[in-house]
C-alpha cells in the first residue's frame, strides 16, 4: 500500500532528478536572472534549497541516532557557508546536497517512515517523517517553480508534487496555513472558504478568523474557490499573482486579489 509518505517521497526523486537536470544546462547569465521568489536570483533560490538540504539531512540523521535536531547555531553556519559560494558552486553543489537527503528519505524502511521522531526546535512536538517529508517537498517544489518561472511563463509546480501536497496541506501540513495566512486582509468577522480543485479533484474547508485554518466543508461557504489544484497551492504560497494565474480560476464571495492579500506568502 502506498502511503502519504511514500508518495511525498516518491515526488521528492522525481523533483530532484527534474530540477538538476534543468540547471545543470543553466550558464552564468542563466544563474543570475530574478526568480519568481521575491529578492532573489535563480542562483540564491538553489543555494537556500541546499542549504535546506543539509539541515534536513543533519535533523533526519540526528533522529536516526536518537538525538535532537542541530541547533539555530549549526543552522547559520550553513547558510554563511553557502551563502559565500558563487553562483556556479551554489548550483552544483545543491544538486548533491539534495541528492543526499532525497537518498536518505528514499532508504528509511517502512516501519521507520511510520514510527520514526524528529526533534525540531522551531515545533513544539516530535514530528513524524511525513511532517518533515511534506515540509521539504513544499518547499522544493514551490522553490523548482521559482527556478522555471524565470524563463517559461507558462511554468507550473510538477503534478506529482501538487498531488501530494494538496493532500499534505490539510493533513501533517495544516499549521503552515495558520502561519501564513493573514485573515486581517478580509472582514475581521470569521468567513468560511470552501475550495474545488481539480488535478486531483478535492473539497476542502478552511475557516478565516482570528487565524486560518483547515475546518470541515461547510455549506453554503461564504466565499468558494474554484481552481486547479496546482494554481490552490501557488495561491497558498504567495505565487498567484495575475501573470500566471490560470483563467480557469474562478471566486465569488471575494475577489481572488483578496485571497492573495490573505496568502501573501512568506
Do not use: C
Not at 13 to 22: E, I, K, M, Y
Not at 107 to 130: K, W
Not at 234 to 246: E, I, K, Q, S, V
Amino acid at each position: 500500500m502506498t502511503t502519504l509518505t511514500d508518495r511525498t517521497i516518491a515526488a521528492l526523486r522525481t523533483g530532484h532528478d527534474d530540477l538538476t537536470a534543468f540547471v545543470s544546462g543553466l550558464d552564468g547569465d542563466g544563474l543570475a536572472r530574478p526568480s519568481g521568489s521575491s529578492e532573489w536570483t535563480v542562483a540564491q533560490v538553489l543555494s537556500h534549497l541546499g542549504s535546506g538540504a543539509e539541515i534536513g539531512l543533519a535533523a533526519l540523521r540526528s533522529a536516526l541516532a536518537g538525538d535532537d535536531a542541530p541547533g539555530q547555531e549549526f543552522n547559520e553556519a550553513v547558510w554563511n557557508r553557502w551563502n559565500a559560494k558563487s553562483p556556479a558552486e551554489q548550483a552544483a553543489d545543491f544538486a548533491g546536497a539534495d541528492a543526499e537527503l532525497v537518498a536518505a528519505y528514499e532508504s528509511l524502511d517502512v516501519g521507520t517512515r511510520e514510527r520514526l521522531e524528529i526533534r525540531l526546535g522551531f515545533l513544539p512536538n516530535p514530528a513524524d517523517v511525513a511532517l518533515v517529508a511534506g515540509m521539504r517537498l513544499n518547499e522544493a517544489a514551490l522553490h523548482a517553480w521559482d527556478v522555471r518561472i524565470a524563463f517559461d511563463p507558462r511554468a507550473a509546480v510538477a503534478s506529482d508534487a501538487v498531488e501530494a501536497l494538496t493532500d499534505l496541506y490539510p493533513g501533517p501540513l495544516d499549521f503552515l496555513v495558520g502561519f501564513i495566512g493573514q485573515p486581517d486582509a478580509l472582514d475581521p468577522r470569521q468567513t468560511t472558504l470552501r475550495v474545488e480543485t481539480r488535478e486531483p479533484e478535492r473539497t476542502l474547508g478552511l475557516t478565516l478568523g482570528e487565524t486560518v485554518g483547515f475546518s470541515r466543508v461547510t455549506e453554503p461557504a461564504d466565499i468558494v474557490l474554484s481552481a486547479p489544484a496546482e494554481a490552490w497551492l501557488r495561491l497558498l504560497t504567495g505565487r498567484l499573482d495575475p501573470r500566471y494565474t490560470p483563467g480557469s480560476v474562478t471566486v465569488t464571495g471575494v475577489t481572488l486579489d483578496d485571497l492573495r492579500q490573505v496568502f501573501p506568502g512568506l
